[in-house]
């Protein structure tokens, strides 16, 4: 009998498991899918305060992917091309885009 309950509680958390993911809640703060940062890109250049990875002085390209209009502009923000945009050609790459 335990076994029969065991393969149950199985069959159940899987078929959970499988149809989790359609079952989000956009409108729910607290729903994960509104917390992935990559659902919550922004459109606009951010501060560089603000940019994941800022702390170690330059933003690789997956540093970038949280923020569209960065991850968009990576290349021409990155100057020298080493794959590293660093606070100097970000705060020069952010005045030409916006203005």
């Known amino acids: 009998m335990r076994t029969n309950s065991i393969a149950i509680a199985l069959i159940a958390a899987l078929g959970v498991a499988t149809t989790g993911h359609a079952q989000t809640d956009k409108n729910n703060p607290n729903d994960p899918a509104r917390q992935d940062p990559l659902t919550m890109q922004g459109s606009a250049p951010e ?10 002085g330059y933003l690789t390209m997956q ?12 290349k021409s923000c990155d100057k020298n091309g080493d794959g590293k945009v660093t606070q100097d050609e970000y705060t020069k790459c952010e005045k030409q885009k916006t203005h």
């Open 47 to 56: 501060e560089w305060t603000q940019a994941k990875g800022n702390e170690k």
């Open 63 to 74: 540093d970038a992917q949280p923020n569209s209009w960065l991850a968009q502009n990576f």
